[in-house]
């Protein structure tokens, strides 16, 4: 089946700290993988996304690199601020439907 | 573009009482989708529909009724509320379904009280 696992919560770093926020996914065939991020009071939004093996989606600072040989599609970012803090879901697509981690809330301090 | 829209944002029911929340997307997506999000448990699949006249359940759809008339209008229709409905839903378009590198266009969100 397909399903997606990610750290818990919360994570709390300082300001300028870098963050890794882990997902490991099951899946058939071959799926695209996304993470999301979710300010407070609103939906999700896309952050980055990889479609194929050893892809790496990146945006605002953040990276993630398609690893299928370890199943894993893990979050980083070099340096947080204090706007970065939300929920974060790691995503796959698999033929009609999204698969959802649980979320990760990352709480950045000044 | 307005994207997805979902009305109402809030709404508080009573147990055995019913309510449609309503979900419109203005980006012509075939895909459209409804998710719950529980605490500690993510977003998962109530329905959802590839087209219009298309339907199909996905994770969770005990309790859940919808219809799609048009591309625009994915409405969610609760038919009699349980406090186990207590949810914050999420209504969600992608250009289609069988391109699995799209990504999902989600709305604001319906925070739903059963009590």
């Known amino acids: ?110 | 573009n307005a994207g997805v829209t979902q009305t109402p944002k809030f709404q508080v029911l009573k147990t055995g009482q019913s309510m449609t929340l309503q979900c419109a997307q203005d980006m012509n997506h075939e895909y459209m989708s409804w998710y719950r999000q529980d605490p500690g448990m993510g977003l998962r699949l109530i329905h959802y529909s590839v087209g219009a006249g298309i339907t199909d359940q996905g994770e969770v759809p005990n309790g859940y009724n919808v219809s799609r008339s048009t591309t625009e209008d994915f409405p969610l229709r609760l038919l009699s509320a349980a406090p186990s409905q207590t949810s914050v839903y999420f209504c969600a378009s992608r250009i289609t379904g069988q391109a699995m590198n799209t990504e999902a266009f989600f709305g604001q969100g319906t925070r739903l009280t059963v009590v």
């Open chain 1, 1 to 110: 089946g397909n399903s997606v696992t990610q750290m818990e919560g919360p994570v709390t770093l300082s300001e300028e700290a870098f963050l890794t926020i882990n997902c490991t996914y099951t899946a058939t065939g071959y799926p695209s993988l996304f993470w999301y991020v979710q300010y407070p009071g609103e939906g999700l939004q896309l952050l980055l996304k990889a479609t194929k093996a050893d892809d790496k989606g990146s945006n605002k600072g953040f990276e993630a690199t398609y690893r299928k040989e370890t199943t894993s599609f893990h979050l980083e970012k070099g340096s947080v601020q204090v706007s970065d803090s939300a929920v974060y879901f790691c995503a796959l697509s698999n033929f009609n439907k999204f698969y959802f981690g649980s979320g990760t809330k990352l709480n950045v301090k000044p």
